[in-house]
């Protein structure tokens, strides 16, 4: 364990240094960056083991750098999101992107360590599979022609796996049929009310066409 590098990019200098300390006391060689900026030039210079991201800090956040990784072909680690006004929206958005997990601040000791040897045994988000590849209870949400597998968390509440599920499984029949509600209504077998209004409450962005009702 000793071996394994982890990058913490949070901008609140409080929760650098608390996870600093306490990956310290656990083995980890820790790096800390304060931003973006930070965190760029130490990826452009090593491949950490593990990236805790931040979602909101100022000037880029969390959510932006991640997509420029993933652009670049840099996100050949796993990343854990963390953010103290985490959304299942925002935390859909980010596993879509390539993170592979997301904690909500106040982390839990336990929550942070086991998420981390979790992260680092599964390793970076497996890119370009073959569509043979992807079964049993797994997710392909596909981006700029790369299929991205994400296996959903498990140790969640039920509701919020579930959402985190439903909000995954939609987006992914809305990419599929080119934002056609209609369609994705008929392929999951659901009508197509009750689709909009579902949609509505994961905070899945669509658009109504002319003439369909709620």
Same mark, same amino acid.
């Given at each position: 364990?000793?071996?394994?590098?982890?990058?913490?990019?949070?901008?609140?200098?409080?929760?650098?240094?608390? +996870?600093?300390?306490?990956?310290?006391?656990?083995?980890? !060689?820790?790096?800390?960056?304060?931003?973006?900026? !930070?965190?760029?030039? $130490?990826?452009?210079?090593? %491949?950490?083991?593990?990236?805790? +991201?931040?979602? @909101?800090?100022?000037?880029?956040?969390?959510?932006? +750098?991640?997509?420029? @990784?993933?652009? =670049?072909?840099?996100?050949?680690?796993?990343?854990?999101?963390?953010?103290?006004?985490?959304?299942?929206?925002?935390?859909?958005?980010?596993?879509?992107?390539?993170?592979?997990? &997301?904690?909500?601040?106040?982390?839990?000791? =336990?929550?942070?360590?086991?998420?981390?040897?979790?992260?680092?045994?599964?390793?970076?988000?497996?890119?370009?599979?073959?569509?043979? %590849?992807?079964?049993?209870?797994?997710?392909?949400?596909?981006?700029?022609?790369?299929? !991205?597998? $994400?296996?959903?968390?498990?140790?969640?509440?039920?509701?919020?796996?579930?959402?985190? &599920?439903?909000?995954?499984? $939609?987006?992914?029949?809305?990419?599929?049929?080119?934002?056609?509600?209609?369609?994705?209504?008929? *392929?999951?077998?659901?009508?197509?009310?009750?689709?909009?209004?579902?949609?509505?409450?994961?905070?899945?962005? &669509?658009?109504?066409? *002319?003439?369909?009702?709620?």
């Amino acid at each position: 364990m000793g071996s394994k590098q982890i990058l913490v990019v949070d901008d609140e200098i409080g929760i650098r240094e608390l +996870l600093s300390e306490i990956l310290l006391d656990e083995g980890y !060689q820790v790096h800390l960056a304060e931003n973006a900026d !930070q965190a760029r030039a $130490f990826r452009n210079e090593r %491949e950490p083991d593990l990236v805790l +991201l931040d979602i @909101w800090m100022p000037d880029t956040d969390g959510v932006a +750098l991640l997509k420029e @990784w993933v652009d =670049q072909d840099l996100l050949t680690m796993p990343v854990v999101m963390m953010s103290g006004h985490g959304t299942i929206e925002t935390a859909v958005e980010a596993t879509r992107i390539g993170a592979i997990d &997301f904690l909500e601040k106040p982390i839990a000791l =336990q929550k942070l360590l086991s998420t981390i040897a979790k992260a680092i045994m599964e390793g970076a988000p497996k890119l370009q599979i073959r569509d043979e %590849e992807v079964q049993n209870q797994k997710l392909t949400l596909n981006i700029d022609g790369r299929t !991205q597998l $994400f296996s959903l968390p498990l140790d969640l509440p039920l509701r919020e796996a579930r959402d985190h &599920f439903d909000a995954l499984y $939609f987006d992914y029949h809305l990419r599929k049929e080119v934002g056609n509600v209609m369609r994705v209504a008929e *392929k999951v077998g659901l009508e197509r009310t009750h689709l909009y209004r579902k949609l509505k409450q994961l905070g899945i962005k &669509f658009t109504k066409k *002319k003439g369909e009702g709620e």
